[in-house]
């Protein structure tokens, strides 16, 4: 533990679900009296980002603008290495941010060690054990976790994984997820979307499939398998309409409108703003998807979740009853959607589970554990406690 009086925390975000998840706490940084927040993008991702980032009223103090169409893996480090450096150097941090498991945030992690500057990695924790699923996550994650000074993990499993692998015990805190947290602010009661096509979504008489799938591991076959077993279940309920909201990427965008454009009951939208989007999810019936974070927004709307993955590195999930794991197969889409299509206990069951990802106070704790590290605090915060289940 260090001892100072005030501190300068410079945050760095990448892409959408970062900025979504990293909001809510560079909000209260900024409202913090003993820290000077600065807040830096990478811009992995430009026209999402940038959404998230205004629907929060968050201004950027330094945007390194790397994206660059077609850019590779390699490309997107080396960028934002390069940038980093220069920030690093011009604002000389006492503490960096990072969030997830992404390109940005590994490279962040490195830029700061490169200048000995400790680094606090926000959703640690997180596993599947295969090397390249998620790729390149899931080794991106791992490297952040032997970085990183600070972890602040989302729940108990993420904490024991970090134990596992040798982590200080002292350098951990449970904190929650910081996406309830964004939850709190996006979703409303009374919301009205800008789109004039969601505006006519008739909910009371469809309904409503929500679908969201983009991942490497799910390019070619399994994007269209997902695809054909999506068709399947329109023709086998009538009551269903699908909305689907298109990844920019164009592996995804060609087989997507390839299998699904022409069908009457489909609305292939471009991707969705965050506030959009979360209440989108709130007046959905079913949410199908290969994102992480969906995974740990949907419970807290009360929405059962199948999962477009072979793993997932959030398997809390699975064993609250939450999601189900229904792998990219054709036929086991089908019969796992169909069933909670069909039967309402089963849909019910995992509509009541409770959400084992947060309270909408994580980032509370996290600012509260990182004053505790530079001796601003005299405790470190309550670790989260996952609330009772709803069955």
Excluded: W
């Amino acid at each position: 533990m260090q001892l100072m009086t005030s501190i300068k925390v410079l945050s760095i975000v990448g892409t959408r679900p970062e900025a979504v998840k990293m909001a809510p706490l560079v909000r209260l940084l900024q409202e913090t009296g003993e820290i000077e927040s600065v807040l830096c993008l990478t811009a992995q991702h430009r026209e999402m980002l940038d959404q998230v980032l205004s629907l929060f009223q968050l201004e950027p103090h330094y945007d390194l603008d790397i994206m660059k169409e077609g850019q590779s893996l390699t490309h997107i480090t080396v960028r934002a290495l390069e940038g980093l450096e220069k920030v690093l150097q011009a604002e000389k941090p006492d503490f960096v941010l990072v969030q997830g498991d992404t390109t940005t945030t590994v490279a962040g992690s490195l830029a700061a060690f490169y200048q000995k500057i400790p680094v606090g990695h926000v959703e640690a924790g997180l596993r599947t054990g295969e090397r390249y699923a998620p790729f390149p996550e899931e080794i991106n994650r791992r490297l952040n976790s032997v970085m990183a000074q600070l972890h602040f993990a989302p729940t108990s499993l993420a904490r024991e994984n970090l134990l596992r692998e040798g982590i200080d015990p002292g350098t951990i805190f449970l904190t929650g997820n910081t996406v309830i947290d964004a939850l709190q602010t996006t979703v409303q009661p009374a919301f009205s979307f800008a789109d004039p096509i969601l505006q006519k979504l008739d909910f009371s008489r469809y309904r409503i499939l929500l679908v969201e799938a983009h991942r490497r591991e799910n390019l070619g076959a399994p994007m269209e398998s997902i695809a054909l077993a999506l068709r399947d279940l329109l023709e086998a309920f009538p009551d269903t309409f699908l909305v689907f909201p298109v990844h920019k990427n164009p592996e995804v965008r060609r087989v997507v409108f390839h299998v699904l454009q022409d069908h009457p009951r489909v609305l292939l939208l471009e991707p969705l703003d965050t506030f959009s989007f979360h209440n989108l999810m709130a007046r959905s019936y079913l949410i199908l998807t290969d994102s992480g974070g969906i995974q740990e927004e949907a419970p807290s709307l009360g929405r059962p979740v199948l999962v477009l993955r072979r793993v997932t590195e959030r398997p809390e999930a699975l064993e609250a009853g939450t999601a189900l794991l229904a792998g990219t197969g054709r036929q086991e889409i089908v019969s796992m959607a169909s069933r909670l299509l069909r039967e309402k206990a089963a849909y019910e069951a995992m509509a009541r589970a409770a959400n084992p990802y947060g309270d909408g106070r994580a980032s509370r704790r996290i600012c509260e554990a990182i004053l505790y590290y530079f001796g601003l605090r005299p405790a470190p915060p309550e670790p989260f406690e996952p609330p009772v289940s709803r069955n």
